[in-house]
């Protein structure tokens, strides 16, 4: 329970069918210290939130403290991949980790008989296993960010809001059930970042990825400067310095060198997709398959082949038209509204300017 | 099935407290009043102060009566400070520690109590101090050498004020004879209501008050007296016998025999009432969870406001860091029933059936 109205809804709908209800909120970090008051609690109004919500309810209720758990698998790791040259999905590691390894396990050990939370994702049983889909609201549909649970934690998984036509509903329930959370507002930034300043984040944890050095073209000739590689995602056209009819958006990020490699916008898209850490929902694909995926959480699905190599754990996804792809995103695959499956994107475009660039 | 067993978190009301505290909220008049309902109303303060220096070994005088433990201790590190270093055990409460940011911290032995020798070589080297100390844990329950304590400060020139919240009610306690500038008591930590505390003074201390108002206690802590928790307090001060509590002693012995588990401070002299012990490769936050569940509070580290189950320092303080986030504190409270033992064990045996069950059912998925 974050203290937003979906969790909260979630609560109140299975408190209210008869289920003994159990309402966990985990504490990532300290709020006094992300909002940067001195003498700030180290729990937000959200966790307070979701405190009145479970008393309204009349459930059992802990605060869970994940400040190291979420430090260590979460915020470490998105500043690493920022240093990677990345651009990555905290949400999706922290669903993997915080939440549905740990969560998971907590509620195992409890003797819970399942794990409810308020995302907006349905999950169907089948004969051959519980079955990952697209929420009934498109425009609320957060399947994409939950492509690395596993079929074992999706086995144990409830996703309660996955048929609600539209966020109004879920409001109305909220008011529904009398919770005070009804019209709060949703929450927008990644949670660790309040003010959204996340590059300040980045240049605290990994320094080297804040550095300031070239901005080149993909022979290797320098066109201007840039301030960390973290600020630059693949696709990117703004905040490069270089004239605005220039068409030249980020191709591929070089952090080893400090460079961001840049080229003309016709030239970003590429023709096949390496993942990596890849989750199966379905039995892993024996031969190349048909599919839709996504390359990012706003996106419509693309038609694609998928190449699935157990040996290597590599997939390889060939979009039917060339698809900008940003390292470090995830890549999910669907079958219409079905999750198969997904990964996280690798490098595609390798270092190409380190052959041809000419000698220091 | 249903047990109390957070005694160090606060102690259940006391029925003489309850009545006292009743009883001095139907009064109407303001003990700072001339008039006879304002006299009448100061009787009930006064008779408080009489039964919380008599408990204490103190004189009435020398009773200043405040919010609670936490303004107690804030009180006397303002009022005795004054230019002098702050040295303060490594083990002490929030309440202590941050009242005297930047003080330097006494360590303490393996089994909890505090390190007498690095005391006394902290003492000999340098300014005059002022040295906080807790009698007796809140999380282990273990009683420091206190008395030996005073004696070092004595020798040395320096000022002690004791934390009594945990020792109140629950060990024989002598402010006069223990030798300190200050001790802080707490109510609800006796079986008062929440909301008032004192600070027992030396005899023929001043002290100058955080908060000066229209002079109540003597110019040494302004406002209006919260009458109804005061009363209460000195209700609860009176039957707060530390030989009845003696009785707690056997049945935390049960427990502890029962689980067959580590306990932290076990070599130590501890209050009778309170066991820290763990369960290794459980976390603490799971066990509290899976107890309350099952019908019993207990707790682990110290409770923050935000309800999080937060990793204790006092473990770790005692080199004990790997038990820290393994062990839970049970404190059994005043009316504890004479079978706690028996259905702390069935509960504590049915959780630890389960995470077994679950660790192999963990690895059997991996």
Known sequence: MSGGVDSSVVAGLLAEQGHEVIGATLQLYDHGAAVQKKGACCAGQDIHDARDVADRLGIAHYVLDRESRFRDAVIADFADSYARGETPIPCVRCNQTVKFQDLVALARELGCEALATGHYARRTDRPGGPELRRAADPARDQSYFLFATTRAQLAFARFPLGDMPDKAAVRREAVRLGLAVAEKPDSQDICFVPQGHYHDLVAKLRPDAAEEGEIVDESGRVLGRHQGVARYTVGQGRGLGLSRDSGMRVASLDPARRRVVVAPARAIPVAEVPVGEVNWLIDPPQAPFRAEAKFRAREVPQPVTARWDAASARLVVTPDVPVISAPGQGCVLYEGDRVLGGGFIRASRAATVDAEAPAA | ?366
């Open chain 2, 1 to 366: 099935m249903s047990l109390y067993l957070d005694a160090n978190a606060t102690e259940p009301l006391r029925p003489e407290a309850r009545d006292a505290a009743i009883a001095a909220m139907e009064l109407p008049g303001n003990p700072s009043s001339v008039h006879a309902d304002g006299r009448a109303a100061r009787r009930v303060l006064e008779t408080a102060r009489a039964r919380v220096a008599a408990r204490f070994g103190a004189s009435p005088r020398d009773v200043v009566f405040t919010s609670g433990g936490t303004e107690a201790s804030a009180l006397a590190v303002a009022s005795l400070r004054r230019g002098r270093r702050v040295l303060v055990g490594a083990t002490e409460h929030p309440a202590v520690l941050r009242a005297a940011e930047g003080a330097a911290l006494l360590p303490v032995l393996a089994d909890g109590t505090l390190d007498l020798e690095a005391l006394g070589s902290a003492l000999a080297n340098g300014d005059p101090a002022l040295v906080l100390l807790m009698v007796a844990n809140n999380e282990t329950g273990v009683i420091h050498p206190v008395t030996e304590a005073a004696a070092l400060c004595r020798r040395h020139g320096a000022l002690l004020h004791l934390d009594a919240v945990q020792a109140a009610g629950r060990i024989p306690l002598d402010a006069v004879a223990l030798g300190a500038e200050t001790m802080a008591i707490s109510g609800h930590k006796l079986g008062g209501p929440k909301g008032a505390g004192a600070l027992i003074l030396r005899p023929g201390l001043e002290l100058a008050p955080l908060v000066a108002g229209g002079g109540q206690e003597r110019g040494r802590r302004g406002g209006t007296e919260a009458l109804p928790a005061i009363a209460g307090l000195g209700a609860a001060a009176e039957a707060a016998d530390p030989a009845a509590s003696a009785r707690l002693g056997p049945i935390r012995d049960a427990i502890e025999a029962g689980l067959g588990l580590p306990v932290a401070g076990a070599g130590a002299s501890r209050l009778p009432n309170t066991s820290c012990v763990a369960l290794p490769g459980a976390s603490a936050e799971t066990q509290v969870i899976a107890l309350d569940l099952a019908g019993m509070r207990v707790s682990a580290g110290a409770a923050c406001s935000s309800g999080k189950v937060a990793r204790s320092p006092v473990l770790a303080a005692m080199g004990l860091g790997e038990l820290a986030g393994s062990a839970i504190r049970v404190s059994l409270p005043w009316n504890t029933p004479d079978d706690a033992a028996e259905h702390f064990l069935a509960a504590h045996a049915a959780m630890r059936a389960r995470l077994r069950a679950e660790d192999r059912g963990s690895a059997g998925q991996g």
